[in-house]
């Protein structure tokens, strides 16, 4: 029996077993969250629709930042799928990543977060 690691986000509970993979999900979480708190503050908008806005942009931010710096038909780009895909991209992007990958490759790409002595 082997052991792997892994790295739970404690924004949604999703696992990964990259940890820097972890903390660029948990980063874009964080952005989506700021933004969203953004659009509430601003608009009469439901918490719902502000998070599910705030998640799309937070995932695009590569090709908005592209549009912001001179392309700005990369926008149309960001397609209704996005946003049906927002509920479900703790499945793609979390554990079942394991499949593909070795044993080996799991120790090469991640190592374990140690307790800190209290």
């Given at each position: 029996?082997?052991?792997?690691?892994?790295?739970?986000?404690d924004?949604?509970?999703?696992?990964f077993?990259?940890?820097?993979?972890?903390?660029?999900h948990d980063k874009m979480l964080e952005v989506a969250n700021n933004l969203s708190s953004l659009l509430e503050a601003?608009?009469?908008?439901?918490?719902?629709?502000?998070?599910?806005?705030?998640?799309?942009?937070?995932?695009?931010?590569?090709?908005?930042?592209?549009?912001?710096?001179?392309?700005?038909?990369l926008i149309m780009d960001i397609g209704k799928s996005d946003v049906s895909t927002l509920d479900h991209t703790q499945e793609d992007q979390s554990v079942d990543q394991s499949d593909d990958q070795s044993e080996d490759?799991?120790?090469?790409?991640?190592?374990?977060?140690?307790?800190v002595a209290a």
């Open positions: 029996m082997s052991i792997t690691p892994m790295w739970r986000v924004r949604d509970g999703s696992m077993i990259d940890k820097k993979a972890a903390e660029e601003n608009f009469t908008i439901d918490e719902k629709l502000a998070e599910d806005i705030g998640l799309l942009l937070s995932r695009n931010k590569e090709t908005l930042i592209k549009a912001f710096k001179g392309k700005p038909d490759q799991l120790k090469s790409q991640a190592t374990p977060i140690k307790p």
